[in-house]
């Protein structure tokens, strides 16, 4: 006897999954094994996915946290995130050969704290303490010329030496609404702070985030894909609860809590930058295998964003 399902319209965020950066950063990865042959060392995860890591490692890829973990005469990666300056002067040091997948769009920011500090700037970084990229990015300048800003109450309590030569930057992976906030602080308590010449937020974190908006009137629950510890991706599960979407960070089909789901008419997806394409496959189908499933993914223009490969890997 087949019991018929209750139908259920999955909005699927557009865009949502794989940025430039991501595409980039694996892509390094794959053409060094093809070049050196395994194994090939990536310091720290080359993009926050568990998917993507074990899927190289397969491929014959070796994670390590630290350079000292990387055996003299082996190939080595820098992730996605970024590395401080002393990382890649270590592994020259050491002789050993490295191919640095930093997103393009990091290094601009590191490029522009270089050049506030050698302009006598004193740095406010908003961002997340811990996250390799803030690590990276401080590692850029001198101990003491950056300082971190986490939330509103820090921009409020911040206290500068000469507001008059003051600067600020952003992690590329932030809510665009919080950073929002905590800029408008500081603005008003150091009406001369220099802002980034562009905006340091990422184009993709920006479209996933306005992706998820857009689609939350319509969704009664809405599933994340994503690392827990992708920054990106626990930005988009925090903009729909915020819209009052309830809103779960999963890493796959296997991690939906179906009691929590109910019975919607109407949920939405997506998926963080660092998270592949089939995983989404994966959740819709699980979803389908409990519901009638109508999926609707709104209009929207492609990104057509793509990085150049570093050198090395192209000659
Ligand atoms: O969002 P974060 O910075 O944590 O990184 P993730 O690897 O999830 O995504 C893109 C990059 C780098
Ligand atoms: Fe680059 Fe943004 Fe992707 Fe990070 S999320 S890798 S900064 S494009």
Not at 24 to 35: F, G, H, P, S, T
Not at 69 to 78: A, E, I, L, M, N
Not at 291 to 298: L, P
């Amino acid at each position: 006897m087949s019991v018929s399902k209750s139908p259920l319209t999955v909005h699927v965020a557009a865009p949502r999954g794989f940025c430039a950066g991501v595409d980039r950063a694996i892509k390094i990865v794959e053409l060094a094994l093809e070049r050196y042959g395994p194994p090939v060392y990536v310091r720290h995860e080359i993009v926050h996915n568990r998917f993507v890591v074990d899927r190289l490692r397969g491929l014959g890829a070796v994670f390590v946290e630290t350079l000292d973990s990387v055996p003299d005469g082996r190939p080595v990666v820098f992730s996605a995130h970024g590395v401080p300056k002393a990382v890649p002067s270590a592994a020259e040091a050491r002789g050993l050969d490295y191919l640095d997948a930093t997103c393009p769009l990091v290094s601009k920011v590191h490029r522009q704290a270089q050049r506030m500090v050698d302009n006598g700037f004193h740095i406010v970084f908003i961002g997340h303490a811990g996250h390799p990229e803030v690590i990276g990015t401080f590692g850029q300048v001198p101990h003491g010329t950056m300082t971190l800003v986490e939330t509103e109450e820090d921009a409020r309590a911040l206290a500068v030496a000469n507001p008059e030569k003051t600067g600020f930057l952003t992690q590329t992976t932030l809510s665009v609404d919080d950073t929002a906030a905590i800029i408008e602080i500081l603005k008003q308590r150091f009406p001369a702070i220099q802002a980034p010449k562009s905006e340091d937020i990422c184009y993709a974190t920006s479209n996933r985030q306005a992706a998820v908006k857009s689609i939350t009137a319509k969704c009664e629950r809405m599933l994340v894909i994503g690392a827990p510890n992708s920054s990106n991706s626990r930005r988009l599960a925090e903009v729909a609860d915020r819209l009052g979407v309830p809103a779960r960070l999963i890493e796959r089909a296997g991690d939906i809590d179906w009691a929590w789901l109910g019975s919607p008419q109407a949920i939405g997806i997506t998926a963080g930058a660092s998270a592949p394409e089939v995983l989404v496959r994966e959740v819709i189908d699980a979803l389908a295998e409990r519901f009638d499933v109508t999926e609707i993914e709104a209009e929207h223009e492609p990104e057509g964003m793509v990085f150049k490969l570093p050198r090395q890997l192209v000659a």
